[in-house]
């Protein structure tokens, strides 16, 4: 599985956007980037994914560079509910693709 | 969205004992469930990938005789830890994936095992 590389910690203030980034240089034609976060002793929640044109939804934008060997997860207003560890993951298209975790980006929130 | 469940949530169990943990898709079909498990302050490890009707297939390193699972419905798969042990003390999760073949997996609420 192609690698991604987040950094270990970010901070941000309440109200304000985050920008979470990642890199994945190794990244295949096919390869769907995935955007992950986990709170607290919860399993995982899902994000937002995308191929390669930019997605937006009602949690979360998320930009890919043209090339496609970097990404970035934008939350347009952080909350307190954000604060969580947030994984980018690549997974090859088809029903039989898995994720691989590594250990993302763990996000503070602060008033 | 979709949901998945799991129960139980938490289970405190005795050296030697099995436990089930099961995994269901409320609101979907999923012909692929995986089962992860992660260790305090760690990032979760892929066990195995279920398919229904078929057998698992296991991640190197992961014991398939100690860790069982079945997935006989489309909705339900689950994990049996057979004689658990103290270091088998862990935060079991599940996903599921749609069987229309989408590229998302969702996740359960995962089940904490504690083998005293």
């Known amino acids: 599985d192609a690698k991604t590389t987040q950094p270990n910690s970010m901070e941000s203030n309440e109200e304000e956007p985050v920008h979470l980034p990642c890199n994945h240089s190794?990244?295949?034609?096919?390869?769907?980037i995935h955007w992950y976060r986990q709170l607290p002793s919860q399993g995982p929640e899902y994000v937002i994914h995308?191929?390669?044109s930019n997605v937006n939804n009602r949690m979360a934008s998320l930009a890919i560079a043209e090339d496609r060997k970097s990404s970035t997860l934008i939350l347009h207003r952080a909350t307190l509910r954000d604060a969580a560890v947030y994984y980018c993951?690549?997974?090859?298209?088809?029903?039989?693709?898995?994720?691989?975790f590594g250990t993302g980006t763990r996000l503070q929130v602060t008033l | 969205g979709a949901v998945v469940s799991q129960h139980p949530s938490r289970v405190i169990c005795k050296s030697g004992t099995s436990v089930k943990i099961e995994c269901r898709s409320l609101?979907?079909?999923?012909?692929?469930m995986f089962w992860y498990r992660q260790f305090p302050k760690q990032s979760l490890m892929l066990m195995a990938t279920?398919?229904?009707?078929?057998?698992?297939?296991?991640e190197q390193g992961v014991e398939k005789d100690k860790f069982l699972i079945n997935h006989a419905s489309l909705t339900l798969s689950t994990l049996t830890v057979t004689s658990a042990h103290p270091e088998d003390s862990s935060f079991y999760i599940c996903?599921?994936?749609?069987?229309?073949?989408?590229?998302?997996?969702?996740f359960g609420p995962g089940t904490r095992l504690l083998v005293l």
């Open positions: 279920s398919n229904e009707g078929s057998k698992a297939t296991y």
């Open positions: 995308g191929l390669t």
């Open positions: 993951i690549l997974s090859a298209t088809g029903t039989a693709s898995k994720l691989t």
């Open positions: 190794t990244i295949s034609g096919t390869d769907y």
């Open positions: 996903s599921a994936r749609e069987t229309r073949g989408q590229e998302t997996q969702y």
């Open positions: 609101d979907f079909q999923a012909t692929t």
